[in-house]
């Protein structure tokens, strides 16, 4: 699959504070708007927990883990009952324990459990809880801890609460276990009964576009089969980044690149993140080696203004600004852009990469 990101899974969150209420922001993806929310409440209410666990998920979007962590923190610390603190912690802990992957990372993926199992516990209809459960238990290798069965049991706890958002977490869980033919009756259900779902056709186009899915049904099929899903989204995707982003990786991958920037260029003007599309630019430019300059243009654009969540953060904008330079054979300047990425995460392995290949 392509985004870990997944534990960014966002729910509804009842308003557990007068006059204050995050989650309409941050399951629509507004993770800016909702960090900007989040931190002028607490310039007025420094010990509202609710605040700090919003900031903390905004910041896991916007790949801040070590704020987010600290914001989470302080949000348990506050009311350690509060199941939107620990989500926010679990997610924190957990996205921090993937990015390592090594024996240090064990305590954190173990304490990231924890706290996703109190979240569930303390409030069992909160539906974020439940897909970060589910999908960290489906991402952990066995041995720490991870189990299909138990993914599967999570979307099945889902379905009680969110029938909509349990088939995704079924279908998606299916597809990484390479059970294709498994997860797609899942996903169909999930976009007839909310067709429109941007997180629900994102991830159809993510889990049909996956490694999993190819080997079940072979690279040819899969490309056909994405071009036709990209196109029939096309027309109800109107300006909203996310879908948008979804068909144009869609259409990447089964090799129309042109198409990809046609569609992600016209809807620049218009889209409600402006910034994912301009990254989708620089995605499509690194990839495909066409467009360079106004890949390079985008991504420089990218760089000078706040970047919505759920992307991969600046770092990924400097990795492809690096790959684009590569293609144009200026190493120095790749190797500048890698050495970027990995100043905000030193842990970046697709950006170690491209600074061995340049070396």
């Given at each position: 699959?392509?985004?870990?990101?997944?534990?960014?899974?966002?729910?509804?969150?009842?308003?557990?504070?007068?006059?204050?209420?995050?989650?309409?922001?941050?399951?629509?993806?507004?993770?800016?708007?909702?960090?900007?929310?989040?931190?002028?409440?607490?310039?007025?209410?420094?010990?509202?927990?609710?605040?700090?666990?919003?900031?903390?998920?905004?910041?896991?979007?916007?790949?801040?883990?070590?704020?987010?962590?600290?914001?989470?923190?302080?949000?348990?610390?506050?009311?350690?009952?509060?199941?939107?603190?620990?989500?926010?912690?679990?997610?924190?802990?957990?996205?921090?324990?993937?990015?390592?992957?090594?024996?240090?990372?064990?305590?954190?993926?173990?304490a990231a459990f924890n706290d996703l199992r109190a979240a569930v516990q303390a409030d069992p209809?909160?539906?974020?809880?439940?897909?970060?459960?589910?999908?960290?238990?489906?991402?952990?290798?066995?041995?720490?801890?991870?189990?299909?069965?138990?993914?599967?049991?999570?979307?099945?706890?889902?379905?009680?609460?969110?029938?909509?958002?349990?088939?995704?977490?079924?279908?998606?869980?299916?597809?990484?276990?390479?059970?294709?033919?498994?997860?797609?009756?899942?996903?169909?259900?999930?976009?007839?009964?909310?067709?429109?779902?941007?997180?629900?056709?994102?991830?159809?186009?993510?889990?049909?576009?996956?490694?999993?899915?190819?080997?079940?049904?072979?690279?040819?099929?899969?490309?056909?089969?994405?071009?036709?899903?990209?196109?029939?989204?096309?027309?109800?995707?109107?300006?909203?980044?996310?879908?948008?982003?979804?068909?144009?990786?869609?259409?990447?991958?089964?090799?129309?690149?042109?198409?990809?920037?046609?569609?992600?260029?016209?809807?620049?003007?218009?889209?409600?993140?402006?910034?994912?599309?301009?990254?989708?630019?620089?995605?499509?430019?690194?990839?495909?080696?066409?467009?360079?300059?106004?890949?390079?243009?985008?991504?420089?654009?990218?760089?000078?203004?706040?970047?919505?969540?759920?992307?991969?953060?600046?770092?990924?904008?400097?990795?492809?600004?690096?790959?684009?330079?590569?293609?144009?054979?200026?190493?120095?300047?790749?190797?500048?852009?890698?050495?970027?990425?990995?100043?905000?995460?030193?842990?970046?392995?697709?950006?170690?990469?491209?600074?061995?290949?340049?070396?």
């Amino acid at each position: 699959m392509r985004s870990l990101p997944a534990i960014v899974f966002l729910a509804a969150l009842p308003a557990l504070g007068a006059g204050y209420a995050p989650r309409a922001d941050l399951d629509a993806g507004r993770y800016l708007k909702a960090l900007g929310d989040a931190e002028a409440q607490l310039k007025q209410e420094p010990g509202n927990a609710l605040a700090w666990a919003a900031k903390s998920q905004a910041l896991i979007a916007l790949v801040r883990l070590p704020e987010a962590l600290a914001a989470a923190d302080k949000a348990v610390e506050l009311q350690p009952g509060l199941a939107d603190a620990l989500l926010a912690r679990g997610m924190a802990r957990g996205g921090a324990a993937l990015q390592q992957m090594n024996i240090g990372s064990i305590g954190k993926i173990s304490a990231a459990f924890n706290d996703l199992r109190a979240a569930v516990q303390a409030d069992p209809k909160l539906v974020a809880a439940w897909m970060s459960l589910g999908l960290a238990y489906e991402q952990i290798p066995g041995i720490l801890g991870g189990s299909s069965r138990k993914a599967l049991e999570c979307a099945q706890n889902l379905k009680q609460v969110d029938a909509v958002r349990g088939e995704l977490l079924q279908g998606t869980v299916l597809a990484m276990a390479g059970k294709w033919p498994e997860a797609l009756p899942c996903f169909n259900r999930a976009l007839a009964a909310a067709p429109g779902d941007p997180e629900v056709i994102y991830g159809y186009l993510d889990a049909l576009g996956s490694r999993e899915t190819r080997k079940v049904l072979g690279s040819v099929p899969q490309k056909r089969l994405q071009i036709q899903e990209a196109m029939r989204f096309l027309p109800g995707a109107q300006s909203r980044a996310r879908v948008l982003t979804a068909i144009c990786d869609a259409l990447l991958d089964a090799d129309l690149p042109e198409d990809a920037w046609r569609i992600a260029k016209g809807a620049l003007a218009g889209t409600d993140a402006p910034s994912l599309m301009r990254l989708e630019l620089g995605k499509i430019a690194a990839r495909s080696g066409r467009h360079p300059e106004e890949g390079l243009a985008a991504l420089d654009q990218v760089l000078r203004e706040p970047l919505e969540g759920g992307s991969g953060g600046y770092g990924t904008a400097h990795w492809r600004r690096g790959q684009i330079l590569q293609g144009l054979g200026r190493k120095p300047e790749a190797r500048a852009a890698a050495e970027a990425a990995l100043r905000i995460d030193p842990k970046d392995a697709k950006a170690q990469r491209l600074l061995e290949d340049l070396r």
